[in-house]
């Protein structure tokens, strides 16, 4: 897609969902009212989406994922490690489905 393309997709995306990364950035062409779905890895991610959706002023939740050989670790404690961001995770759907009750 084109750059211009992209731009208009986003200007239409009203949740924006994925895991923890550079693609979330695309928040910041939302449109107004908008909201972030953050999936963090357990064992990566930082608070940058979180502060830029405040912002904008979009809503924001996040959901921590598990990591199928780590489990559920607590994000609070964990500290950024970049040989751990390709690591597969696993979306916890109850928790899933409460963040887009607030969003939705």
Do not use: I, K
């Not at 211009?4 to 924006?16: I, S």
């Not at 990364?21 to 779905?37: E, K, T, Y």
């Not at 690591?87 to 963040?99: F, G, K, N, Y």
């Amino acid at each position: 897609m084109s750059v211009r393309a992209q731009l208009q997709l986003f200007a239409g995306v009203e949740v924006l969902m994925g895991v923890h990364g550079a693609g979330l950035a695309n928040l910041a062409f939302q449109p107004d009212g908008g909201s972030v779905v953050e999936l963090h890895a357990p064992l990566c991610g930082t608070h940058a989406y979180w502060y830029m959706a405040r912002l904008r002023g979009l809503g924001y939740e996040s959901v921590t994922c598990q990591d199928p050989e780590f489990g559920t670790v607590d994000y609070r404690t964990v500290q950024h490690n970049a040989a751990h961001n390709r690591r597969d995770v696993v979306v916890p759907l109850d928790r899933l489905e409460e963040a887009l009750s607030r969003v939705c």
